[in-house]
């Protein structure tokens, strides 16, 4: 375990904004994970926060005077049986290299969720998802740390109340379970049934009819690379806004206004551009002028300057449209 002190935040996460943590825990190998809670002892620790590829996450100016736990750990192992292929993967693994090797084996699954930013042990937190795919429909197991009682235990997924970018590990049990290890089950073949509006543009657009795993996970790197900022060249954090839900009973409304919604999901980054706030600047914060949900830091030194930018941004949506907006990506610390 690789231990160090006095680390900014800024430098672990993509959106860069948080002041200095404490410290941070790097865990190489299981041992580590073991030891984890005698070492946060012997420090005198009693507040961490698990951190992936800081994708979904940034800290306050005041920082954390706690522990970053980040998971360096990064292995695949699978086996085939019969049509299907089980993964056990670590957390530490990145995202994307770990679609590219299911889709290498032919697998359907996980394919349309090529390119998400970040690792494996995050992918449950907030049950990641893109194009009609969700991770939660492909986890056999989950295998976690209890934080509380110093063991290593495993769930099923029917434990973890996975729904839209929710689980336990972002709600009632934050904090509790260190994921370090996650089981996938996969099938070989091919996606069924209709693909996503733009998914399937982009295929015609390029006349591409296959629907090998590959192929779909490729294309839809291409479409997010056209509208979605790179993390490694420019800081953001992906979707900083989450999709409004409406009660089943304002659906009427929303067609009276021409708000444009997916059964009682709306819009949102439809209301942040017809607020008239794409490619605007506040404080250093641009609202993307390629997909309105998406906020970039371009020149932002503060969490406070971000706050700010976010207050002006839902306050226009919230005179012109009546929703309240919602941040998507978790504040290390709060
Ligand atoms: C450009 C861009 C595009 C994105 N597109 C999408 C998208 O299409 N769909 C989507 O769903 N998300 C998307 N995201 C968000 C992000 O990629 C996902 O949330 C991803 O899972 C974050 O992974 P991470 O390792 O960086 O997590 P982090 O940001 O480091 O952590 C996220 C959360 O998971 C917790 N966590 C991390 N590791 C562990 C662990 N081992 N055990 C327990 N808890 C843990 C953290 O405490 C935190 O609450 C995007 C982000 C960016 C920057």
Redesign the pocket.
């Known amino acids: 375990m690789i231990i160090r002190e006095n680390i900014p935040i800024s430098e672990l996460?993509?959106m860069r904004i948080g002041g200095n943590a404490r410290y941070v825990f790097e865990l190489e190998d299981k041992e580590d994970i073991k030891n984890l809670i005698s070492e946060l002892k012997n420090h005198n620790i009693d507040k961490w926060?698990?951190?992936?590829?800081?994708?979904?996450?940034f800290a306050t100016d005041a920082g954390f005077d706690g522990a970053i736990i980040v998971?360096k750990i990064a292995n695949i192992i699978f086996k085939g049986d019969g049509d299907k292929i089980h993964f056990k993967v670590s957390?530490g693994m990145d995202?994307d290299f770990f679609v590219e090797r299911t889709t290498k084996e032919g697998c359907t699954g996980i394919e349309c969720l090529a390119g998400?930013?970040?690792?494996v042990?995050?992918?449950p937190?907030?049950n990641?998802?893109?194009y009609g795919q969700e991770v939660a429909t492909t986890i056999t197991k989950i295998h976690?740390l209890d934080m509380e009682k110093d063991e290593l235990i495993e769930l099923d997924p029917s434990e973890c109340d996975f729904s839209y970018?929710h689980s336990i590990?972002?709600s009632t049990a934050?904090g509790k379970?260190?994921?370090?290890e996650v089981d996938f089950t996969l099938e070989k073949g091919e996606i069924k049934g209709e693909l996503y509006g733009s998914l399937q543009k982009y295929l015609d657009d390029n006349n591409i009819t296959s629907r090998e795993p590959k192929v779909l996970a490729e294309a839809v790197r291409n479409v997010r690379d056209s509208k979605?900022?790179?993390?490694k060249e420019i800081a953001?954090?992906?979707?900083f806004f989450k999709n409004v839900y409406v009660d089943e009973s304002k659906v009427a409304e929303l067609d009276e206004k021409g708000i444009p919604h997916h059964g009682t999901k709306v819009n949102t980054g439809w209301l942040i551009e017809n607020a008239g706030l794409k490619g605007k600047v506040f404080y250093g914060f641009k609202v993307s002028d390629k997909a309105a949900l998406?906020l970039i830091n371009e020149s932002g030194k503060s969490y406070e300057d971000m706050q700010k930018a976010v207050k002006e941004i839902s306050d226009t949506v919230e005179a012109k449209f009546g929703f309240k907006l919602e941040q998507e990506p978790?504040v290390i610390g709060k």
């Open positions: 996460v993509t926060y698990f951190l992936g590829a800081g994708a979904n996450t998971n957390a995202w998400i930013p970040g690792t042990g995050a992918a937190v907030q990641i998802g893109a976690a970018r590990f972002n934050r379970y260190y994921i370090y979605l900022p790179d993390p953001s954090s992906g979707s998406v978790n």
